[in-house]
């Protein structure tokens, strides 16, 4: 029995596996899973009486998983440089980023503008695709780090807030 | 069988580089690839039997540069260009270069490219022709006050159009008066990134369509034959992701009178090579003519599926001067047949694009599937180009069937280390709705707003996986073992032939 944690959103989640002549008997919560290796990174299971097949592997830290076509990623704890998985900027809602590296098209709002949750801030245009992205929070505009026609990374935050206190 | 050229130069990426070298390679002319810095490690590239390099990432450097991609096919002695999609499939500019350079461009000539390529000139060739077609601005403007009164005339809601656009690029839809202005400028915005041309006009937007196109293919000896329709009703930002044919919403006579004013269409452009009439469908059964593509498209493999013509074989065939394989009264639909777009794109976020490395690849397969697909374990998705990475196609006796052996065949479609629009697709096909056969254009809007959220499960399947994955001592990265194998593309071609039985 070989005892392992992830971290899933946020959250640590156990898993223990042993192994049964070719298969894994994986408990994780309260429940119980057969796995069958299906060659390189992938593996059949039976879940609520329906067979999935589901692929995963490991890289820098990270389990990527793909199961009836659902996407995501666990981080393995015990890695260095785990920085708490998800949203790379999650926890900053006085600031938007841009989704892609791209090209600001158009800055929508000034210093000085009271801005709501969901509102169009600014359109960055990626892969020859406009997107617009929406504050996350209620509060007023403190800072415009660029203008349009600028190019953006990932990393740099567009524009910041001053969050407005919650009422 | 003599060669009809002798080399092809594919001037393009990505899957559809790989359908046309296939193509090639059923006829057995060697192919040749064209690639950018971004693309060295790129699938088409090592399908192709040689390659010419041709600069850095951006387009305008590489796959859009018109004199590097002539001189590559001079220097290797290749006689033919395929341009593929996009990029400079339907650029004049670069058919009349190609043949003032003694290279057969395949596709239809510059004249009926520049014709159609132009929404506003093709819309009043069209009407000359008798072709339906939705009321809206005549020409283009660039005074607002001609939009406003075009869309007054009209009724809101209306339609922003570019008009040299193409897949959703330089679209924007109008509800109010207020709106107008700012959808204007979006719009033009969008056309001068995408094709370097602001020139925006109007129409009624239609409610409640449905997006149906017929193939067309048309040879130098008279003759045009469409190959039935293809409804593409399910759309994301106005790209479709979803495509089938049959479609539920037409039968017989209506196929029959909308497959002849496609041929019109054709015709009234002097229209050589494959091309694709597209109309859209109202709810009462009238149908509005949209624009010609002058190109081979993205989702022509459903109605390979279904009439068991190798469009690109013909399309070769037909730019080398021979007559069309087949006749009107010979083609049939037989069975079902569904695509979806596998896009480097977010399906659970907005269809954000999604960039990164393949750290796994293994593509579904059996009787009925069929995978055209532009990347391999190790290739590095970036944002340089179109996000479409792969198609999956599927065909069966009939349309349930079909959504059947789609959903599994996502399910064992398996990509990692970039997201995808798989899952999302597979909710759309499950839906009640679409089942129905109620696919409108706002079908994602109306049906996929609220959707369900299944983290339950994933948190304990996936340590679960995780868990085995780790013990099993799967750690495999991108490019460091290679040991899944991708099936090369052309076993993956072909459940069918003319007049075959449906082997399941």
């Known amino acids: 029995m070989n005892s392992l944690e992830f971290i899933f959103d946020g959250d640590v989640v156990e898993a223990s596996v042993e192994r049964a002549g070719e298969n894994f008997r994986v408990k994780s919560g309260d429940k119980e899973f057969l796995f069958r290796p299906e060659g390189e990174n992938l593996f059949s299971c039976l879940v609520n009486g329906h067979k999935s097949l589901l692929a995963v592997v490991a890289h820098q830290g990270k389990y990527y998983i793909d199961y009836d076509s659902h996407q995501f990623e666990l981080t393995d704890p015990s890695e260095d440089g785990f920085a708490g998985g998800g949203d790379a900027h999650g926890g900053d809602k006085d600031k938007i980023f841009a989704p892609m590296p791209g090209k600001i098209v158009k800055i929508l709002v000034s210093v000085g503008d009271s801005v709501s949750i969901k509102q169009p801030m600014v359109v960055v245009e990626a892969m020859k695709m406009e997107n617009q992205v929406n504050s996350r929070a209620n509060g007023t505009v403190k800072a415009i780090n660029f203008s349009d026609g600028d190019q953006v990374d990932t990393e740099t935050p567009i524009i910041e807030l001053e969050i407005a206190p919650e009422e | ?504």
């Open chain 2, 1 to 504: 069988m003599s060669r009809l050229f002798k080399k092809i130069l594919v001037a393009n990426r990505s899957e559809i580089a790989v359908r046309v070298m296939n193509a090639c390679r059923t006829l057995g002319i060697p192919s040749v690839a064209v690639y950018s810095d971004a693309d060295q490690n790129a699938r088409h590239r090592l399908m192709a039997d040689e390659s010419v390099h041709l600069g850095p990432p951006p387009p305008r450097e590489s796959y859009l540069d018109i004199d590097k991609i002539i001189a590559a096919a001079k220097d290797v002695g290749a006689d033919t260009i395929h341009p593929g999609y996009g990029f400079l499939a339907e650029n004049p500019e670069f058919a009349t270069k190609c043949t003032k350079a003694g290279i057969t461009f395949i596709g239809p000539d510059a004249e009926a490219i520049k014709l159609l390529g132009n929404k506003v000139e093709s819309r009043i060739k069209m009407v000359d022709a008798g072709v339906p077609l939705i009321p809206g601005m005549k020409g283009a403007a660039k005074d607002p006050n001609q939009f406003k009164n075009a869309a007054d005339e009209a009724g809101y809601p209306v339609m922003i159009k570019a008009a040299a656009g193409g897949g959703g690029k330089g679209m924007r839809v109008v509800h109010t008066p207020e709106e107008l202005q700012p959808a204007i400028e979006a719009a033009q915005r969008e056309a001068l990134n995408a094709f370097n041309d602001d020139t925006v006009y109007l129409e009624k937007y239609i409610v409640k369509p449905r997006h149906i196109e017929f193939q067309i293919m048309a040879d130098h000896h008279g003759n045009c034959v469409h190959l039935f329709e293809r409804e593409c009703s399910i759309q994301r930002r106005h790209q479709k992701i979803i495509e089938e044919t049959p479609s539920t919403a037409v039968d017989h006579d209506l196929r029959m009178r909308m497959g002849a004013d496609a041929v019109k269409v054709a015709k009234a452009a002097n229209y050589k090579n494959a091309g694709t009439v597209e109309f859209l469908l109202d709810e009462s059964g009238h149908y509005y003519f949209l624009e010609m593509n002058t190109r081979i498209q993205v989702e022509h493999p459903i109605t390979e599926m279904v009439t068991g013509i190798d469009l690109v074989v013909e399309q070769i065939r037909v730019a080398a001067g021979e007559k069309l394989s087949f006749d009107q009264e010979s083609l049939r639909q037989r069975g079902h047949a569904i695509e979806c777009r596998i896009y480097a794109e977010d399906g659970e976020n907005n269809f954000m694009p999604s960039t990164g490395s393949i750290l796994h690849y293994s593509e579904p397969s059996g009787p009925g599937v069929r995978v055209d697909s532009g990347i391999r374990l190790g290739m590095e998705i970036g944002i340089d180009y179109d996000p479409i990475m792969a198609k999956l196609i599927v065909h069966a006796p009939d349309r349930d069937l079909a959504i059947g052996k789609m959903i599994q065949a996502l399910n064992e479609y398996k990509i990692l280390g970039v997201r995808t629009s798989k899952r999302f697709m597979i909710d759309v096909l499950n839906h009640p709705a679409f089942i129905k056969g109620e696919t409108f254009t706002d079908f994602i809007e109306l049906n996929m707003s609220e959707r369900e959220s299944s983290e339950d499960v994933l948190r304990e399947i996936g340590a679960a996986v995780a868990a085995c994955a780790a013990t099993n001592g799967n750690s495999s990265g991108a490019g460091e073992t290679v040991s899944s194998s991708p099936m090369t593309p052309w076993q993956t071609i072909g459940q069918w032939e003319i007049g075959g039985t449906i082997n399941e």
